[in-house]
T-cell receptor, first 115, second 115 residues
Framework: AQKITQTQPGMFVQEKEAVTLDCTYD???????LFWYKQPSSGEMIFLIY??????QNATEGRYSLNFQKARKSANLVISASQLGDSAMYFC????????????FGPGTRLSVLP | NAGVTQTPKFQVLKTGQSMTLQCAQD?????MSWYRQDPGMGLRLIHY???????DQGEVPNGYNVSRSTTEDFPLRLLSAAPSQTSVYFC??????????????FGQGTRLTVV
């Protein structure tokens, strides 16, 4: 099965600063995608950004970007100009063909943005 | 647009009781799945389905049953609740036709406490 590792249980960042949340993965599939989700304290899961293994460029969505290093099997999320509303849990995820292409998730990183 | 509707939002059960968590999606998605979220462990896959009539076990299936009689509905049954099943449960769906980049859509979650 695919495995996703997020080694930072918790992170702090000052408002307006940039922060990088780490994600490494293990897969033998030649074609795959990495997803990042945000879970605020209200509990819902919000899709943020996607990176495909064959994408020529790193994905960007507004203040979110991915630092994708395929050879290292890492897909780190970069949040620029942090805002108080960015305080949340962040999960890295990918589809797993061992589970019918349903998603598997990393343990998550809790980000706290300080005023 | 309802998306993924999950009920109930909160539930308290006594040890040994049974219950069904309901999940319905209106996006005609082939893939549906159930996760449990526990602190420090991310979202772990309980059961999944790749289409009506097809279900299979995920990472942590013990104590749970599922069925998928229609594309829309994917209920999760707790057979005999145990305190270890105290958790937050999420239902998710995603499209097969979207390929590897199709994101997962989540219900609002169910906070279950077993006493």
């Amino acid at each position: 099965a695919q495995k996703i590792t997020q080694t930072q249980p918790g992170m702090f960042v000052q408002e307006k600063e940039a922060v990088t949340l780490d994600c490494t993965y293990d897969t033998s599939d030649p074609s795959y995608g990495l997803f990042w989700y945000k879970q605020p304290s209200s509990g819902e899961m919000i899709f943020l950004i996607y990176q495909g293994s064959y994408d020529q460029q790193n994905a960007t969505e507004g203040r979110y970007s991915l630092n994708f290093q395929k050879a290292r099997k890492s897909a780190n999320l970069v949040i620029s100009a942090s805002q108080l509303g960015d305080s949340a849990m962040y999960f890295c995820a990918m589809r797993d063909r061992n589970y019918g292409q349903n998603f598997v998730f990393g343990p998550g990183t809790r980000l706290s943005v300080l005023p | 647009n309802a998306g993924v509707t999950q009920t109930p939002k909160f539930q308290v059960l006594k040890t040994g009781q049974s219950m069904t968590l309901q999940c319905a999606q209106d996006m005609n998605h082939e893939y549906m799945s159930w996760y449990r979220q526990d602190p420090g462990m991310g979202l772990r896959l309980i059961h999944y389905s790749v289409g009506a009539g097809i279900t299979d076990q995920g990472e942590v299936p013990n104590g749970y049953n599922v069925s998928r009689s229609t594309t829309e509905d994917f209920p999760l049954r707790l057979l005999s609740a145990a305190p270890s099943q105290t958790s937050v449960y999420f239902c998710a769906s995603s499209s097969r036709t979207g390929g590897v980049k199709a994101e997962a859509f989540f219900g609002q979650g169910t906070r279950l406490t077993v006493v």
